[in-house]
């Protein structure tokens, strides 16, 4: 009586066993369902570029692209307007922390070099941005170098992406020395100005 | 008596004893959240690790939504010290049934820029959003976007927004 209560005992066990194994396989299948459709929604920006296609397009060597565009008062500013000067084209945005950074340089260097008759242009680059955020991030940052209002065409025939700051100097011949994606060290911005400066 | 009775089923028992332990484990296991690795590197230098989320229905629960800055980049952080600088916000939709009770920010780390010294508050690597949510029983989802900006130390890429799905289960 004893053994076919055990035998019996041990039918009913492996029975759950087999049911909990099954359970398991179950469970772990479902499981690896549900992980492959979340896979799915992690999603990836794919809209943006990287650090490589910073800039698009190689312009050392070349002419300027000229462009006319509005500043801060409203005044139409033209690249044509500065022939015969040593120029920086730095396009930068209000979010950007490194373009802040070097803003201020800059600033500093159009004093310093002003006898070179040093001109820079800050070609803000950003969609959606208002005038008066653009007008405080400038005054904030001591900026007195004109401002303007760039658009994805200036941008694109700049080889500008996404990627801030880029900035290209231009010679007094008009043609491109340098383009600069990111905010290098000041003396390496230096170094930039003082070739277009003719102050080598 | 009693106490010998075990031994003399003999191994074929204690096999089935161990096999039990093991299977039984393994169903304990398989209820749980099933966590998934970090999404692959995106090019908008953040992502979301989705997770299959099982929660108790009817009453607050915490969810954790993680999210992967890529390896030298940051975003700012919820409160940037800078207020020409965009904070990131997950702005979540109105789900049918899914009540959103509060939500819960990490603290950002100190970020100096290697030029001027300026430090920034942000997030780098994983960070995690904690959700109050109040789930109704069954299947239904959270959505919505992270709005973030990126930048490494010498440059930024513009604001995005990237779309959050999670898929909730209530019990």
């Known amino acids: 009586m004893r053994r076919v209560a055990v035998a019996v005992v041990m039918v009913v066990a492996v029975c759950l066993l087999f049911w909990a194994g099954w ?88 004093k310093k070099y002003a006898a070179q008759n040093l001109v820079v242009l800050g070609l803000n680059l950003e969609d959606g941005v208002t005038k008066d955020a653009v007008q405080k991030a400038s005054h904030r940052l001591g900026v007195t170098y004109p401002i303007l209002f760039a658009d994805e065409k200036v941008g694109a025939s700049y080889g500008v992406g996404d990627y801030l700051p880029v900035t290209v100097y231009v010679g007094k011949d008009g043609a491109v020395t340098e383009q600069t994606p990111g905010a290098p060290s000041k003396d390496e911005m230096e170094a930039h100005i003082r070739k277009i400066a003719g102050a080598m | 008596m ?62 954790e939504l993680r999210f992967h800055v890529d390896e030298g980049f940051h975003v700012n952080s919820h409160t940037p010290k800078d207020d020409l600088l965009i904070p990131t916000v997950l702005k979540l939709e109105d789900a049918a049934g899914v009540k959103v009770v509060g939500v819960e920010y990490p603290k950002g780390s100190a970020f100096k820029l290697p030029g001027n010294g300026q430090i920034l508050d942000v997030y780098q690597g994983e960070f995690r959003v904690r959700l109050q949510v109040v789930v109704p029983k069954g299947q239904s989802s959270l959505k919505g976007g992270l709005r973030y900006q990126a930048c490494d130390s010498a440059a930024c890429f513009p604001p995005r927004t990237l779309t959050v799905d999670v898929p909730i289960t209530g019990k």
């Open chain 2, 2 to 63: 009693q106490g010998s009775g075990f031994r003399a089923q003999g191994p074929g028992f204690r096999l089935l004893a161990l096999l039990a332990v093991l299977l039984c484990g393994g169903v304990a296991k398989s209820q749980g959240i099933v966590g998934l690795p970090a999404a692959s590197t995106g090019k908008g230098h953040v992502t979301f690790a989705a997770e299959v989320v099982e929660v108790a229905a009817g009453k607050p629960v915490v969810v």
């Open chain 1, 23 to 110: 359970h398991n396989l179950r469970s772990r299948r479902l499981a690896m369902q549900q992980a492959q459709q979340a896979q799915v929604t992690v999603q990836k920006d794919s809209s943006s570029d990287s650090i490589p296609s910073a800039i698009t397009t190689n312009l050392i060597g070349k002419a300027a692209p000229s462009f006319t565009l509005v500043d801060l008062s409203g005044k139409k500013v033209s690249l044509a307007d500065y022939k015969g000067k040593p120029v920086v084209v730095n396009f930068w945005a209000t979010y950007c922390g490194p373009c802040q950074e070097e803003m201020p340089w800059f600033e500093e260097f159009t």
